[in-house]
Structures are given as structure tokens and as C-alpha cells.
């Protein structure tokens, strides 16, 4: 088959091309470096059923002529910065919802059947039911990232509904694994690499939090493309198991085998939009046969392996 993989030198859609590639798919990747990494690319960019677009994706144009002949569009390239939303947020409405609605409509004039998307359980926003289960209502947004994902995701459903495009929807809790660019688990250990005697921590390090190892969340994407139904399938991607922020503290400092003084910003949140707790029920995805490989505990320690140059 041949894919569009959006955001294709990104942690999720490296590691998504890589595979699509071992599968014997053809690809087109687009990516306009603005946090992809050009190393990512090394190995598929040797392949001949690659070929990369270097393109902003804004640009109505550079989708469409990426999306010509695909049988599915995998659509990873975003904003996923969900920490500095508020100092730019112009940023989740155009990388989000726009760059989304332009791919969507890329979609509907070449006539691509399939469409898969990115979102985040971000969007159960305080959510109040755990494990939350898809069908969760959204009961108020805290992020600009977790609104754009909500906005994005309704377009989606829209013109699957206007125009019969099957749908794949994945709200992924935070991925954790090789090519691992953001979030705590690198915050942590450059700060520790730097000053190994002390770690400043966001919020009260009591936040819990579910996690998944990327492999498994890549596998997990191809196990429901491989289910198609129509319309709008939506899954929660995640482990069946949270931790606390300190619990993960403790395997990365056990990792790197330091013992630093920790200090914490305090309440109940690490920044504006940060959700206390996140645990995702994964039944919908169970179903389809789909299991995670790693326990959390072994993607933190994969995460660090890899910063450490090991993995
Ligand atoms: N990593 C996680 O923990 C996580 C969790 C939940 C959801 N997600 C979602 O998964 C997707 C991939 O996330 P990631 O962690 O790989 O992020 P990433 O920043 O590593 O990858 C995003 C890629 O998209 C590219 N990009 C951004 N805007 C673009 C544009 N306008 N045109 C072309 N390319 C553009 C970037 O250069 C980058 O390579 C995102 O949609 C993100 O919201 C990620």
C-alpha cells in the first residue's frame, strides 16, 4: 500500500515510516524540520520506496501534492508542545486544527479512502471518569493543545461523515522510547546529566500519569488501520497501569545511578493545561488483539538507555 506520513522526521513518524517500510509499503513523507530531526530519516532516506517532501503543511498546495495516489494518510505532524501552549497560541490553531483541515481536504479531492490521526488524551481535558473510557465526555478544555486535538478530531468526524472517508482516530497518552526529543523523562535527565546533586521538579511530583512505549503505539495504529470498518473508529492508545511522577523519578535516577536532592514547584498541576491524572481505558484496542509489550517502568528505562546512547 502506499502512505502519507505526515510529521515523518518526528519521534512518532520516524519510527512510523520505519515500520511501514519493513511492512514493504511505499511512503511519502512530509516534514518541515520545525522539530524533526534529520538523523531520524537516515535509514528510510536509503530506501527506494521513500520519498521525503520537505513542505509546510499550512500550505493548502504541499498537502495536496503529497496526498496524490495515497491509500492512507497517517497524520502525526502537529504542535506537540503541550507545556508552552499559552505563550504562543496561535500555534495549536494553525498546526493543529488548520494543517489538519488542509490534509482532510487533500484527502477528499484525491480521493483517499483512509485517514488516521494523532489526537491525545489531552482532550478528556479533568477528566472524572478512570480509566477513561472513549466515550467520556469532555468536560472542559485546559490546554490550547488539547482544544486544537478536539477541534482537529471534529473535523475529522465531519468529513468522514460528508464525504465517506474512513477515520482513525488515536488518543495516545505520552510516548515514551528510542527518538524520544520531549518531555519529562529528557527534561529530567538533562537536568541531572548537568547537575546530578539536584532535580527541580514541576508541580508536586504526586501528578499520575499513564505512558506507553512507542513501538507499542506504532503497532497498535497498524492493528486498527488492519480492522477497517467504516466511518469513525476512535481508541484510546495507552498502558492498563499509571505511575506517579515521583515513581518515574526514581527508575530514571536508579538508571543513571545518581541520588540528587529533589525540589518541587509545587500544586497540584506542573504548568497551565497539565492533567493531574491520566489513565485511559484501552478495552476498545484490547479487542482488536493488540497488547503492550513494556510495563511503564520498562519504557522509562528504555527512554533514558537511549538518551544515554545505549539503546
Ligand atoms: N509524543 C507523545 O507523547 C504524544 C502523545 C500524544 C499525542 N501525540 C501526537 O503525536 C503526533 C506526533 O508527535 P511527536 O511526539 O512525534 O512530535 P514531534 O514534534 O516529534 O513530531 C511532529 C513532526 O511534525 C513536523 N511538523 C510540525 N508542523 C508541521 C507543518 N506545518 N508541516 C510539516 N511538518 C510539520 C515537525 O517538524 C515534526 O517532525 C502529534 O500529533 C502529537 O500531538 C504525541
Redesign the pocket.
Known sequence: MHFLV????????STMVDRLLRDGHSVVG????????EAFLEGASANPRFRLVR????DPD?ALAAAAGADVIV???????VRHGTEHPRKDLE??VL?TVNLLEAARRNAVPRFAF?????VYGDATVFPTPETAPFPIQTSL?GAS?VAAESFIQAYAEGFGIRAFIFR????LGERY???HVVDFYRQLIQHPDSLHVLGDGRQRKSYLYIGDCVEAVLTALANDGPGVQVYNLGTDEYCEVNDSISWICQAMNVKPQITYGGGTRGWIGDNPFIFLDCSAMRGLGWRPTLTIRESVERTVAYLDGRA
Open positions: 505526515t510529521g515523518c522526521a518526528g519521534f512518532v513518524g512530509v516534514d518541515d524540520f520545525s522539530t524533526g530531526i513542505g509546510d503543511l499550512l504541499v497524520h502525526l505532524a502537529a504542535n506537540a508542545d498546526q493543529n494543517v494523532s489526537s491525545t488524551g489531552s493543545y486535538k495516545f497518552v505520552s510516548l526529543t520531549h518531555g
